[in-house]
C-alpha cells in the first residue's frame, strides 16, 4: 500500500482512503485510517478505538469530533480515541433533543456536564476549546475559558506527597544513598536484565524523567560535543511525553560515571544487537515484548534486599518514588513551582506546588541538597547580562544550545575544572569564564530562547510571571548583548 500527500495537504493511498500520519512515537511514525466513522488502531499492543456512528448526537457534533481527532492524532497517542468516546458517551446522556449544537448549551449547563461526569471530563473541555478556538459546532470561546478554570476532583496522588508516605512518597536521605551504592557498582556478573534496571534506575535519579520518556530513547541518545576533549561533557537527548509529544527531544546533561556506564552497556554484544534492532538505548531480551522498567527496577531493588532505615522493611523503588524525592529536594533547597514543573516536565504547575507545601509537615526528613546532580540548572542568577568574553572558534569546552535538532555550538568554557552550572544558561548570563565565540551562531540560541519564552508564556495563561520566565529573558538579553558587541567588532 501506498500513502502520498494529495493537493490538499491530506494522506491518501491509491484507494482514496484518508489517513493521518501519527508521530507519538517520533522514532517509528504509522498512519491511521481516518475514512470511516470507526477509526480503530493499536498503541503498544493495546487497541485504541471510537466509533463515531453510534452515538446519538447532532451530525455538526460528530462532524467536529472527526476533525478534532484527525488534528490531534498527529502529535498525540491513539489513547484519545477512547478518551474522547468516553467523553460523548457522556454528552450523549445528557444531550437534550431540543439542542441543536453546543450554542444551544448554557455555561451552567457546561460546567455541569464536565464537573458530574464520571470519566472524559478532561478530554472534553479540550475538544470543546478546539471547537471554540476553530469555530466549530457553536463552542463558545469564553464558555472554554471558563471551563479551563474550573479544577477536577482527581484521586489525589498529592496526598502521598503531602504525607510522606512511606512506601511512595519521598525517599529520605538515607534511603537514596542506598539506591545510589547499588546502581553505581554493577557486578561483573550481572545479567543484561539487571544492568538495564540498573542503568534505568540511575538515568532516573539523574534526569528525574518520565518512564515513558527513557524507555523512548533513541540507541544514539548519548551524546558527547566533543569526543577528543580532555574535559568531555555528556548529554542524553530524551523525548517528550504526555502533553508534549511531538516536540524535539531536548538534551538533558549528565554525569561522567554514568555515561561511561551507558557506554560499556552498549558494548556488550547482545545488548548492541538489540539496540540496532529496536533503535532504543534501553533494551528488553523479552522477545518483542514492551519493556516494563518500571516494574523492573522495584525488582531489582527487590532482589538486592535493600532495608528502609526509615521503616526497617525492604525498600520500595518505584520511578515515581524517584521523581518525588529529587522534586522535594529542589523545594527543599528553595526551588520555585514553576522550576520544579520545568524539571518534572508536569503539564500543570499545581501539581509541583505539593512539593512545596510539604515542606511545612512535621514528618519532613532531612533532605540533601541536589544541585550538583542536576547541574546547578537553577542556581540564582546574578543578575548580570553577558560578562564573558568574544573569542575565536574552538577555545575552550564547548557550549552548546540543549534542545534542537542538529546540536549548535556557541561558545566555549574557558574555566579548568569541574563546573557546576548549567551549561548554556548560566553561561550567557553572568559567567566571566564563557567564551562566545565570534562566528557561532548565536541566533540559534535568540531562537531557542523565543520558543521557550512562548512555551513558558502560554503555561501561564495570563497570571505573574514566573521565576523562570523572567530568568530566560534575562538570558536572552544576555545572548542579545553577545551579538551586538559581535556586531560592533568585539
Not at 52 to 72: D, T
Not at 305 to 319: D, F, M, N
Not at 321 to 329: C, F, L, M
Request: hydrophobic share 40%; with cysteine; proline share 4%.
Amino acid at each position: 500500500m501506498e500513502i502520498e500527500i494529495d493537493e490538499d495537504g491530506n494522506y491518501r493511498d491509491e484507494n482514496g482512503r484518508t489517513y493521518v500520519r501519527c508521530k507519538a512515537d517520533m522514532a517509528n511514525p504509522f498512519y491511521i485510517d481516518v475514512t470511516e466513522s470507526r477509526i480503530e488502531t493499536e498503541w503498544k499492543r493495546t487497541k485504541c478505538g471510537i466509533d463515531l456512528g453510534r452515538f446519538n448526537l447532532p451530525s455538526v457534533i460528530i462532524q467536529a469530533a472527526k476533525k478534532y481527532l484527525m488534528f490531534k492524532l498527529v502529535s498525540v497517542t491513539p489513547r484519545v480515541l477512547p478518551e474522547l468516546s468516553r467523553s460523548l458517551s457522556y454528552l450523549e446522556q445528557t444531550w437534550d433533543d431540543s439542542w441543536t449544537d453546543f450554542s444551544s448549551i448554557s455555561l451552567e449547563v457546561l460546567l455541569r456536564i464536565v464537573l458530574d461526569a464520571k470519566s472524559g471530563e478532561v478530554e472534553f473541555r479540550k475538544f470543546y476549546k478546539y471547537c471554540a478556538i476553530q469555530e466549530l459546532a457553536g463552542a463558545d470561546e469564553v464558555y472554554a475559558l471558563e471551563l479551563e478554570e474550573i479544577k477536577l476532583r482527581t484521586f489525589n496522588p498529592l496526598a502521598i506527597i503531602l504525607e510522606w508516605h512511606e512506601t511512595r512518597g519521598a525517599m529520605t536521605n538515607a534511603e537514596q544513598e542506598l539506591v545510589r551504592q547499588a546502581m553505581m557498582n554493577g557486578k561483573a556478573s550481572e545479567s543484561t536484565a539487571v544492568n538495564t534496571a540498573r542503568l534505568f534506575t540511575w538515568i532516573m535519579f539523574e534526569t528525574l524523567k518520565r518512564p515513558s520518556q527513557l524507555e523512548g530513547m533513541l540507541k544514539d541518545a548519548l551524546w558527547v560535543p566533543d569526543p577528543f576533549s580532555n574535559n568531555q561533557q555528556y548529554f542524553l537527548r530524551i523525548p517528550k511525553v504526555k502533553f508534549q509529544i511531538g516536540e524535539i527531544p531536548e538534551l538533558w546533561p549528565i554525569t561522567g560515571e554514568l555515561a561511561k556506564a551507558i557506554q560499556d552497556y552498549s558494548t556488550v554484544p547482545c545488548v548492541h544487537a538489540a539496540q540496532v534492532k529496536s533503535n532504543r538505548l534501553l533494551i528488553t531480551l523479552r522477545g518483542g515484548k514492551n519493556p516494563k522498567f518500571g516494574r523492573a527496577i522495584k525488582n531489582w531493588c527487590s532482589r538486592l534486599g535493600l532495608i528502609s532505615p526509615r521503616t526497617h522493611k525492604p525498600l520500595v523503588l518505584t520511578p515515581y518514588r524517584i521523581r518525588h524525592s529529587g522534586a522535594t529536594q529542589m523545594a527543599a533547597q528553595g526551588a520555585s513551582s514553576d522550576e520544579i514543573q520545568y524539571i518534572l516536565e508536569h503539564e500543570s504547575v499545581e501539581a509541583s506546588k505539593a512539593y512545596i507545601d510539604c515542606l511545612a509537615s512535621e514528618f519532613c526528613p532531612l533532605l540533601e541538597r541536589v544541585n550538583r546532580k542536576l547541574g546547578g540548572i537553577f542556581s540564582e542568577l546574578n543578575g548580570l547580562f553577558f560578562v564573558g568574553a568574544i573569542g575565536e572558534k574552538n577555545s575552550g569546552l564547548p557550549i552548546l544550545i540543549p534542545a534542537v535538532q542538529q546540536p549548535a555550538i556557541v561558545g566555549g568554557c574557558g574555566k579548568n575544572g569541574f563546573c557546576g552550572q548549567h551549561p548554556f544558561f548560566n553561561c550567557y548570563n553572568g559567567c566571566r569564564y564563557f567564551i562566545a565565540w565570534r562566528d557561532a551562531d548565536h541566533q540559534k540560541s535568540l531562537t531557542y530562547l523565543e520558543g521557550e519564552l512562548a512555551r513558558w508564556g502560554a503555561a501561564e495563561g495570563g497570571k505573574e510571571r514566573s521565576k523562570v520566565v523572567k530568568d530566560l529573558e534575562r538570558v536572552y538579553q544576555a545572548v542579545k548583548d553577545v551579538v551586538c558587541r559581535i556586531d560592533n567588532g568585539d
